[in-house]
């Protein structure tokens, strides 16, 4: 089957770096977003990997590995703002989306 | 660009009725639909995938005569959720693929929140 894990949920403090993990198992594999959802919102895009290597947008970077299932977020710099939850989503070879539940990412002061 | 809008953004309606949500794609034209459901503190859930002008496909599980899609154009979806029941209280997203963009990238609209009581 298909199957994309992240961890529930994870605190970190304003200011600090925080790295979000994902593990995929998809038949087939067309690319892999990152998405953050806050509470009652819909989801805004992030990030989109389709090759191994770093891409890295302002605060936030996605990493990917292909040979090993697995990709991170990393949010640099963090803000109270940055409170949501980061979906991990792969497409698969049907260009269909696989979801994660998703990471709820708590920051303290 | 790449808009979408929903409405309503949220609806209350007592239990056996129907309801009707609309997606519109503002300033592009979606030639792929997605409708998802979430519920509390869980990811989003595809219920069917839909393209204009034809059938939408609907995903394992999901009663397709219970939720009507009709993808009629290439700027607007609409789901219908027939005879609701409590349990179909949830937050109904829908997605747009179009010509607008990447052609990975989908565009998600503000949500609709359904309480039936």
């Known amino acids: 089957g298909q199957n994309i894990d992240q961890p529930t949920e994870m605190t970190a403090t304003e200011g600090a770096i925080v790295q979000i993990n994902c593990t995929y198992q998809t038949s087939g594999f067309n690319g892999l977003f990152w998405y953050q959802q806050h509470a009652g919102e819909a989801p805004t895009f992030l990030s989109y990997?389709?090759l191994d290597g770093l891409e890295e947008k302002g605060r936030f970077s996605s990493f990917l590995s292909r040979s090993k299932g697995y990709s991170y977020l990393l949010l640099k710099e963090l803000q109270m703002k940055d409170s949501a939850s980061y979906l991990c989503?792969?497409?698969?070879?049907?260009?269909?989306?696989?979801w994660g539940a998703g990471t709820k990412l708590i920051i303290k002061p | 660009g790449a808009v979408v809008s929903q409405h309503p953004s949220w609806v209350i309606c007592k239990s056996g009725t129907s309801v009707k949500i609309e997606c519109r794609s503002l300033d592009f034209q979606a030639t792929t639909m997605f409708w998802y459901r979430q519920f509390p503190k869980q990811s989003l859930m595809l219920m069917a995938t839909s393209n204009e002008g034809s059938k939408a496909t609907y995903e394992q599980g999901v009663e397709k005569d219970k939720f009507l899609i009709n993808h009629a154009s290439l700027t607007l979806s609409t789901l219908t959720v027939t005879s609701a029941h409590p349990e179909d209280s949830s937050f109904y997203i829908c997605?747009?693929?179009?010509?607008?963009?990447?052609?990975?990238?989908?565009?998600f609209g503000p949500g609709t929140r359904l309480t039936v009581t």
């Open positions: 989503a792969v497409t698969d070879s049907n260009y269909q989306l696989i």
């Open positions: 990997n389709v």
């Open positions: 997605s747009a693929r179009g010509d607008q963009g990447p052609d990975y990238e989908q565009y």
